[in-house]
């Protein structure tokens, strides 16, 4: 019989990571009290401590780290707008003729 798998909010994810941080109960012990793998628990406190450093980036680093995702963004629409301008031009010239 498969299992169905089971969702968890991000907040819960985050107590459950926290308290595998804390290091007051072993993972074992927050394994039997949440009813998850211990694999997921330790998978949890990695993220947790590889997305650490983004908690506590500036807002503005963080800003500008969108804005820069949003101009390619922009740039990438330019040139496929301008291609398409030439297509129609080079088409309206030809069937003018």
Do not use: C, Y
């Not at 798998?5 to 926290?18: D, G, N, Q, W």
């Not at 804005?67 to 031009?89: N, P, S, T």
Request: proline letters at 2%; hydrophobic letters at 35%.
């Amino acid at each position: 019989m498969v299992k169905k798998r089971r969702k968890h909010s991000a907040e819960f994810k985050f107590r459950v990571a926290l308290e595998a941080l804390e290091g007051s109960k072993t993972i074992s012990q927050l394994s039997r009290e949440h009813g998850l793998h211990p694999n997921v628990i330790r998978s949890w406190k990695q993220q947790l401590l590889d997305g650490g450093p983004s908690v506590f980036a500036r807002d503005g680093e963080r800003e500008r780290r969108e804005q820069e995702v949003l101009e390619a963004e922009l740039h990438e629409q330019i040139g496929r707008l301008k291609m398409e301008l030439e297509w129609l031009k080079e088409k309206v010239a030809r069937s003018g003729s």
